[in-house]
């Protein structure tokens, strides 16, 4: 057990130094702080220059709540909870593999590292892909998950900073669900990974933009604004009462497996969830909707 408090203790400091580090560095391309900003700036500069809901505001509603999210989410969340959750499950399912005589060499299909960098990268970002695809199904499927995943549908105006609004139970499950298929085609440069977060933090933020782009034939390949609206409609589709459009990067995933829905020009659709003027509007009870909510329903 100490060695794991260790682990903690240390997960924090380290991410503490290097949050530093990034905030008052900027003379590396691969700065994750910097990268999220310019990245919105940009993203949001396209719905003030190519507002598809012309009627919606620069600064929509819950704006700032968003933007709180965002950083809170990206930043601040790896310090409280991911990195050290991360460095503990690596640690603890090593100690589990010890006991029956393997390391995790001894899981791994092939060598990625030993790959061309850009067939190396190909399969992270489609393995991990596929994986976060599959959990969003999950977050849609259980009653448990969708309590924290509403936070995230609690979004009445699409924009690019709602799509860093979720719950900091969601990247808990992300990581964990996508932690084993990753280590077991491990040998990433993190380094070369930066290149694939910043193509999908763009490609999420266009997907949740004030955007009514679709981007034409690639419409079946990559997520886009067109076809997320709908993830987002109140009124779900006939055929699912679990949604539609679990893409996060990849739109391919859903026609394939036939969760793909765009009936129409989603622009004006109402957004949100059944009973979603009861859900909470503020960070705090968000936060702890989950817990409040299960409280309620044993005191009923």
């Known amino acids: 057990m100490e060695k794991y408090i260790n682990i903690i203790q240390d997960s924090y400091s380290g991410y503490w130094r290097y949050l530093k580090y990034e905030l008052i560095s900027i003379n590396h391309w691969d700065n994750y702080f910097y990268g999220l900003i310019i990245i919105s700036l940009i993203v949001w500069g396209l719905e003030i220059v190519f507002p598809w809901r012309k009627n919606q505001s620069i ?8 933007t709180f999210y965002m950083f809170f989410n990206f930043f601040l969340l790896n310090l409280i909870v991911l990195i050290a959750l991360s460095n503990t499950a690596a640690t603890v399912f090593n100690d589990i593999l010890s006991v ?15 790959l061309p960098k850009a067939a190396s990268l190909f399969i992270f970002f489609i393995v991990s ?16 998950l969708w309590d924290f995943h509403k936070v995230h549908h609690s979004i009445k105006e699409m924009g690019f900073a709602g799509h860093l609004r979720y ?35 763009a490609i999420g933020h266009l997907n949740h933009a004030n955007l ?4 034409g034939p690639f419409k079946y390949i990559l997520n886009n604004p067109k076809m997320h609206i709908w993830h987002h409609a109140k009124e779900l589709p006939p055929n699912s009462i679990y949604g539609s459009n679990y ?16 009936p129409h020009n989603g622009r004006d659709i109402e957004l949100g969830f059944e009973k979603d003027e009861e859900f909470p509007d503020q960070f705090i009870t968000q936060t702890f909707y989950p817990l409040t909510k299960k409280k309620e329903e044993t005191t009923s």
Do not use: C
């Open 167 to 201: 719950h900091w139970m969601e990247p808990v499950i992300y990581k964990s669900l996508l932690y084993i298929p990753i280590a077991i085609i491990g040998g990433f440069d993190v380094q070369d990974v930066v290149l694939v977060h910043f193509f999908t933090i």
């Open 59 to 66: 600064f929509r509603k819950d704006f700032w709540l968003d």
């Open 129 to 144: 892909d596929f994986v976060q695809w599959n959990t969003h199904r999950l977050l849609h499927r259980f009653p448990l």
């Open 100 to 114: 029956v005589g393997l390391t995790l060499n001894d899981l791994q299909l092939f060598k990625v590292n030993q």
């Open 247 to 262: 893409g996060i990067t990849l739109s391919l995933w859903d026609y394939i497996f036939k969760t793909d829905y765009v």
């Open 212 to 215: 009514g782009w679709d981007y």
